[in-house]
């Protein structure tokens, strides 16, 4: 059974760095063709894809964020874990982290983490 | 980025009754492999999203029937055949051909 789980801050202020934590199960990031993505939803809004991670430790960036994102992984611990520099109260979002097995979808979502921007 | 649009953005509908759901992205969603790359996923309250509908019209493990999808190209649809009480949430349609990924608007279903 693959689960996951986000874990992190649940106020961060504005300028300061947020760092998510992915922790999974169920499967192995060492996998060949399985990644773990990040994605995010404001408050009332619809879903925006930030970065992913592949098993060969290749990785992909939301453009227009690509500057502040940072996407690693702990492949002994089975985590993934999202950095975020700068942050702004825009930031404020639900962050959901997603398995796949295919490079065009993910099917396996965690519950998702609540971080407001704040000062 | 691919842009999709989908319409409507909110929807109400009768138990038993049909419901459909359209999406359009800004390209063509059709690889050089000849695949598809359009998904649908339902976000219930409270809940993350999760996948209804993968490359177009194949239905996700223990996804009911009466959910189905169709479409090429740019143009694409959802439609549930019998609406459900537990059918009840905010669907999103997503591109996966090119990074990033993008989704709809979403489309917000509700039960008269």
């Known amino acids: 059974q693959i689960t996951l789980k986000e874990s992190g801050p649940s106020l961060v202020k504005p300028t300061q760095t947020l760092t998510l934590t992915c922790t999974f199960s169920?499967?192995?990031?060492?996998?060949?063709?399985?990644?773990v993505g990040w994605i995010r939803q404001p408050p009332g809004k619809a879903l925006e894809w930030l970065a992913l991670?592949?098993?060969?430790?290749?990785?992909r960036y939301r453009s227009s964020l690509k500057s502040r994102l940072t996407i690693t992984r702990d492949t002994s611990k089975s985590q993934v874990v999202l950095t975020m520099t700068n942050v702004d109260p825009l930031d404020t979002a639900t962050y959901y982290c997603?398995?796949?097995?295919?490079?065009?979808?993910?099917?396996?979502w965690g519950q998702g983490t609540l971080v407001t921007v704040s000062s | 980025d691919i842009v999709m649009t989908q319409t409507p953005l909110s929807l109400s509908v009768t138990p038993g009754q049909p419901a459909s759901i359209s999406c359009k992205s800004s390209?063509?969603?059709?690889?050089?492999?000849?695949?598809?790359?359009l998904f649908w996923y339902l976000q219930k309250a409270g809940q993350s999203p999760q996948v209804l509908i993968y490359?177009?019209?194949s239905r996700f493990s223990g996804v009911p029937d009466r959910f189905s999808g169709s479409g090429s190209g740019t143009d694409f649809t959802l439609k549930i055949s019998r609406v459900e009480a537990e059918d009840v949430g905010v669907y999103y349609c997503?591109?996966?051909?090119?990074?990033?990924?993008?989704f709809g608007q979403g489309t917000k279903l509700e039960i008269k």
């Open positions: 997503m591109q996966g051909v090119h990074l990033p990924r993008t």
């Open positions: 169920g499967f192995s990031l060492s996998t060949p063709g399985v990644s």
């Open positions: 997603a398995h796949s097995t295919t490079p065009w979808y993910d099917d396996y």
């Open positions: 991670i592949y098993w060969d430790d290749d990785k």
């Open positions: 490359e177009v019209s």
């Open positions: 390209e063509s969603l059709l690889h050089r492999n000849g695949r598809t790359y």
